[in-house]
């Protein structure tokens, strides 16, 4: 029995761009409903609240209507990443959280950003809503042409119109079928361009270049002292573990090498005695000294690369730990070290606190990112906030432009995602 894998071929795709036909028809409705009335809402209160600030009101009103700008807005940031791949930047400067509402208001107002929104509310009700209306009609209108060849020319009226072609009778509606045809095939291409072109239209409007640079400066502002802050910590940690550690140890067996030189004559089985004591207290400051380079950088992750430093690290957790790792090459060390210290903090949390059985670590590099995904079946509740180890971490992944995500609804699972660009070697 032959098998015709063109054809199965053929078929798949055809689906596929049939459903693709669709799903754009559906997204272009669905800004469509959006577009026009969020925005038309969003603009005359916006107006309003303005307006009412000299008597008072609009002081109060201003910073939650805006706040609702600033919410209609993400969403169309979030559509724009997730429907047609476009990254619009947000970058709103942020106000402290006990400002008053006079602060606030005349703080959102002063803020370039929230102009931004203001003048693409206008464009989104006019030029975004052609184009989202566009791209739904675009695959509507065609059924029509179909329906009338399918025996609707019999019902309509004299002198109907179907694009250029005039509708009288059953030959002009298979012309109209004809039509049909070229508009659907038109729409696989144009449909999914409309829907891109209305969201590049949204980002020329709503991330401007200068915006995104304020952005990015900003960020980079924060990470270097939060880098700072953490570089100065580490220092502190080293010098402490030094001092109270290997250092007292060398120093107690100096003092018990001192002793045994003069008990050597005196008392030879008193000196055996502190030469065995002495002897093992280099082993422990040894061993101490090996912690302590393993926790500045780990000669495993230095000789094998993050993907078995992660392996070795899972087998000395208290728990079972399975580890997928899909990396066809390595890191720049400050990025394997970066990661390895922030799945590490992960992992301590995860079995500190999270009554976890079972933790499963995907690691993976795509489209120029490395990619971490620590998963654990305990009981959620984990949050990245001041003072948790997620913060923490969430300040080493900034200096290399890495983001954390946690997603941990109470009773679990908890799955916690950082992202580092990076290329690997």
Not at 36 to 65: D, E, K
Request: charged share 20%; proline share 5%; hydrophobic share 50%.
């Amino acid at each position: 029995m032959s098998i015709d894998t063109k054809s199965g071929t053929g078929q798949t795709r055809t689906g596929a761009r049939t459903r693709g036909l669709a799903l754009s028809a559906v997204r272009g409705l669905a800004l469509t409903l959006i577009s026009l009335p969020g925005a038309v809402v969003c603009f005359v209160l916006t107006l309003v609240s303005i307006a009412l600030i000299p008597i008072g009101v609009g002081i109060v009103t201003t910073p939650w209507v805006l706040t609702g700008v600033r919410a209609f807005a993400d969403g169309r940031r979030l559509l724009a990443a997730e429907w047609s791949g476009v990254r619009i930047p947000r970058a709103y400067r942020p106000l402290p959280e006990d400002a008053n509402p006079w602060a606030r208001t005349f703080g959102m107002l002063r803020d370039p950003a929230t102009w931004r929104d203001l003048c693409w509310l206008p464009v989104d009700m006019t030029a975004g809503f052609v184009t989202a209306l566009l791209a739904f009609a675009l695959v509507l209108y065609p059924l029509e042409g179909f329906t009338i060849a399918a025996g609707l020319w019999r019902v309509l009226p004299d002198g109907y119109w179907y694009g250029f072609v005039h509708v009288t009778g059953q030959i002009s509606a298979l012309y109209a079928a004809g039509l049909a045809v070229v508009l659907l095939f038109a729409a696989l291409w144009l449909t999914p361009l409309l829907l891109h072109a209305h969201f590049r239209l949204t980002g020329a409007v709503l991330g401007t270049g200068q915006g995104e640079l304020a952005e990015r400066v900003r960020v980079l502002t924060e990470t270097r002292r939060d880098a700072v802050d953490t570089s100065a910590a580490e220092l502190r940690r080293i010098e402490r573990d030094l001092h109270d550690g290997a250092q007292a140890r060398l120093v107690a067996m100096g003092m018990d090498l001192g002793t045994i030189e003069a008990l050597l004559e005196k008392n030879p089985a008193k000196a055996r005695e502190l030469l065995a004591q002495a002897r093992q207290s280099s082993a422990d400051a040894l061993t101490e000294l090996r912690e302590l380079v393993r926790g500045i950088h780990p000669p495993v992750l230095a000789e094998r690369g993050l993907g078995d430093a992660v392996r070795a690290l899972a087998l000395r957790l208290p728990v079972a730990t399975e580890v997928d790792v899909d990396l066809p090459g390595r890191a720049d060390a400050p990025v394997e070290a970066a990661g390895y210290f922030a799945v590490s903090e992960i992992l301590t949390n995860a079995v500190k606190h999270s009554g976890a059985d079972r933790i499963w670590i995907d690691m993976h590099h795509e489209e120029g990112r490395l990619r971490v995904s620590v998963t654990d079946d305990g009981k959620g509740g984990a949050a990245i906030g001041a003072g948790s180890g997620l913060a923490g971490v969430e300040r080493r992944l900034g200096t290399f432009d890495g983001v954390l995500a946690v997603s941990s609804p109470a009773g679990g699972p908890t799955m916690v995602t950082m992202e580092i660009p990076c290329a690997l070697s």
